[in-house]
């Protein structure tokens, strides 16, 4: 029975020697942290190329992700300085000041390809993005780039030569962009279609009619035969001619269409509206009224010697009547309906020597429908009557008047015996050009150059831009008696379907709209015209209606976390509050769910096995078999301690002999683990042996 028990016990102590080899060396496994790679991760970003100054643009990143190993991505954008990020896709994790941070986790699977795009509003020229994009194990992967233009922040501010002769129905010009902002948005055209210019010569000694072209080349020579004086040319490009006894028809090729017979000594010639020649007879006091084939429509009596005649807008003929050299009878301006009724005759005012015709030459109609006078008098030079015959000013032209004429700018040219004035509309002296004799004509082609006749002299006909500069001088050995071209025609009596293009080309360029945003319903800019050409044609607005707007800002939201701390499963709600009084602009939702980075949590409460006997070095240890919180690593168990070593034998009474009580009280002990196995066997076989 004895025996029966000591086996019984030898195999319960075994069994619970095996359980303690287990606990201790099998109840638990190891954590194995893993460093994701990151290698075969690349940026690219899509930028727009250009942005307005104050609009909306979305700035988007691809994230190429190929590496099947990497579950987490930190990514911070900085945006540019002033600009509002509104909203993001998907929502950014953190925003503070200019940096935009994004966390890509998808609860710890491997990262795919992902793409992120926000909306900013552009508020300042800077428009360089950095971003860095790093590993949830902090490992750099890569740095780069982005570069928006911002238009309305570098104004393009282009300035052009002067347009080129007009060549083959086209001309050309140069221009620069002087804030070298590298865009041609805003560039002005380079080329344009023009009319070809030509100017036409009445050749007096010669009996002919010569065609010049814009370089000053003779491209045409026409026999008209009996002293050609006068020239003009009419709505289907045929030429008119005049000479001491007919009137001359040429087709725009140069071939005779008839000639017809005309009054006593006709002078002067114009075209209507209607397409009929009009011809002043200086020695019958008429004006005679053709028909564009050649039949006298009528005749009328105006004042007395005619010369200067010239038809405005409303197709109304004005007529200078040079008059006499008797001091009591000088000359008028007469004005005619197109039916020749007379509406008025004019001598300016009375009252005051300066203002009184004289001996009125030249007459010309300006684009306001004004009539400007030459007058021979040396003391009255030009005159300026509106167009119901007011006198509005009379101006000194340094000299005997004897041709006038209007260019594209409304600027008035007079051609005296020695020089040239140009005035502006208001009767300003611009420049005093030419000091030569006897200049007879004077005409604007269609590039708005000046061409005028030299009677006396060189011979020929002068070029002049419309700075006054010589262009030309062009002779060819005789004396041009007038010179004319179609521009009157075409730019004040037709009307504006037939004007040209200026050779001054406003070119304005303006600021950026202020204030901004809008404040207070209305913004304004200035501009200016590079090229000074004076006038506001083409001028932009100055100011512009606005609505007014409180956007918001990442100032005017606030909000809170829960969980405070990110938990296990890296997502928090983020809960929104708008503080501020402001719309659209910035937004979110009411609530939200985003991706956090997870903290594990260090271990702080421990559950251990049982300590193990005490060893003959004194130290008794055990193991860990769970700890808390949850999911936690690391901390800081108690596994060893020190022990005194157990030297004690069953035989507590001391007698030399183990009895049965003894025994059972000594397998407690090393039950508890005060006795190794080698004292309870010992103990054991101490008590089977003894006698």
């Known amino acids: 029975m004895k025996k029966g028990w000591v086996i019984l016990i030898l195999v319960i102590g075994i069994a619970l020697v095996f359980s303690v080899i287990y606990l201790i060396y099998f109840s638990s496994s190891p954590i194995l942290l893993g460093s994701p790679e990151i290698q075969g991760v690349y940026v690219n970003r899509y930028l727009v190329s250009s942005a307005d100054f104050g609009s909306l643009q979305t700035i988007g990143l691809i994230v190429n992700i190929n590496n099947l190993n990497l579950t987490g991505l930190i990514i911070e954008e900085q945006i540019p300085e002033n600009w509002q990020v509104l909203s993001s896709n998907p929502p950014y994790s953190r925003i503070s000041g200019r940096n935009i941070t994004y966390l890509l986790w998808q609860g710890g699977i491997p ?127 045929n030429l008119w001619v005049l000479n001491n006894t007919a009137l001359v028809k040429l087709n725009s090729s140069g071939a005779l269409v008839g000639t017809y017979n005309t009054g006593n000594s006709p002078n002067y010639i114009a075209v209507d509206a209607n397409n009929n020649i009009w011809v002043a007879n200086g020695g019958g006091n008429s004006v005679t009224k053709f028909s564009n084939s050649g039949a006298i429509i009528g005749t009328y009596n105006v004042g007395i010697a005619p010369r200067g005649i010239a038809v405005d807008s409303n197709n109304n003929i004005w007529v200078a009547n040079f008059g006499t050299m008797t001091p009591n009878v000088h000359g ?38 004004n009539i400007w006078v030459g007058d021979y008098d040396t003391s009255r030079g030009a005159m300026k009557l509106s167009n119901l015959g007011v006198p509005l000013g009379a101006y000194n032209t340094n000299g005997n008047s004897n041709s006038i004429a209007v260019d594209a700018n409304n600027n008035i040219w007079v051609a005296s015996l020695s020089n040239i004035v140009k005035l502006n509309n208001s009767g300003t002296k611009l420049g005093t050009y030419i000091i030569t004799n006897h200049l007879s004509s004077i005409s604007v082609d269609n590039e708005n150059n000046i061409w005028v006749a030299n009677t006396y002299g060189d011979n020929g006909i002068i070029k002049l831009n419309n700075q006054g500069t010589k262009l030309g001088n062009y002779s060819f050995g005789s004396v041009p008696a007038s010179l004319s071209s179609d521009f009157a ?6 009307g504006s379907n037939n004007t040209i293009t200026p050779t001054c080309i406003e070119n304005w360029s303006c600021g950026a709209w202020i204030p901004s945003p809008c404040s207070s319903g209305q913004q304004i800019r200035t501009c200016s015209d590079s090229n000074n050409c004076g006038t506001t044609i083409n001028k932009p607005n100055l100011t512009q209606v606005c609505t007014t707007q409180n956007l918001c800002t990442v100032a005017d939201w606030s909000s809170t976390l829960s969980p405070a701390d990110c938990p296990a499963t890296r997502q928090q709600t983020r809960t929104w509050n708008k503080i501020g009084n402001c719309e659209n602009g910035v937004n979110h939702p009411a609530t939200e769910t985003i991706s956090c980075i997870y903290n594990i949590p260090t271990c702080t409460d421990f559950t251990y096995s049982d300590w193990s006997s005490c060893s003959s070095s004194g130290i008794k240890s055990r193991s860990v078999l769970s700890a808390s919180p949850a999911n936690c690593q690391g901390g800081n168990p108690i596994l060893t301690q020190s022990c005194a070593t157990n030297t004690n034998s069953a035989d507590t009474n001391n007698d030399g002999k183990v009895d049965t009580n003894e025994l059972i009280s000594f397998i407690d002990v090393w039950m508890k683990g005060n006795a190794t196995i080698t004292e309870l066997l010992s103990t054991i076989d101490k008590w089977l042996n003894q006698s």
């Not at 309906?337 to 009375?350: C, E, K, M, Q, R």
């Open 489 to 494: 025609l075409k730019h004040f009596v037709l």
């Open 111 to 237: 990262l795919q390809t992902q793409t992120i795009s926000y909306i900013v509003r552009v508020n300042s020229s800077d428009g360089q993005f950095k971003g860095t994009f790093t590993s949830v194990d902090n490992s750099s992967v890569i740095q780069g780039n982005g570069i928006i233009n911002v238009l309305g922040t570098c104004i393009e501010n282009w300035s052009c030569g002067a347009w080129s002769s007009c060549s083959n129905n086209q001309q050309n010009r140069t221009c620069s962009e002087t804030n070298q902002c590298g865009t041609t948005i805003y560039r002005p055209d380079l080329t344009q279609a023009c009319e070809s210019s030509y100017i036409f010569v009445a050749d007096y000694y010669n009996n002919r009619t010569l065609k010049f072209n814009s370089l000053g080349n003779i491209v045409g020579s026409y026999q008209t035969n009996n002293y050609p004086t006068r020239v003009a040319i009419d709505a289907n490009k």
């Open 332 to 369: 008028s301006v007469m004005k005619l309906s197109n039916s020749g009724t007379i509406l008025g005759t004019y001598t300016a005012s009375p009252n005051a020597y300066s203002q009184t015709m004289s001996q009125p030459t030249a007459i010309a109609v300006d684009a306001n429908n």
